[in-house]
């Protein structure tokens, strides 16, 4: 969960992502970690799905994007094959 924090954050980070608020939670289901960013939904879950693809430990990772009016943003809204 460490790393993919640092990942995330580094994500973020690079492309100057206003963050408004994130939270990590260590549910008996296991960790999950929630940002709310000021940005478009399409562009970031683009930007999540290569990231997931291209880390070393990306694929242990399910990087979901939910946008507060169109709902989950998934890989098929990008063109892109499901994982």
């Known amino acids: 969960m460490g790393v993919a924090l640092q ?7 690079e492309n100057r992502w206003k963050v408004l608020d994130r939270k990590v939670l260590w549910l008996p289901t296991g960790p999950e970690a929630l940002w709310c960013i ?18 070393p430990l990306g694929r242990l990772c399910d990087l979901d994007v939910i946008c507060p009016e169109n709902g989950h943003v998934g ?4 063109g892109a094959n499901l994982r």
């Open 75 to 78: 890989r098929q809204s990008l």
């Open 38 to 55: 000021a940005h478009p939904a399409a562009e970031i879950k683009a930007h999540c799905a290569e990231l997931e693809q291209t880390h």
């Open 7 to 13: 990942m995330c954050d580094q994500l973020l980070w």
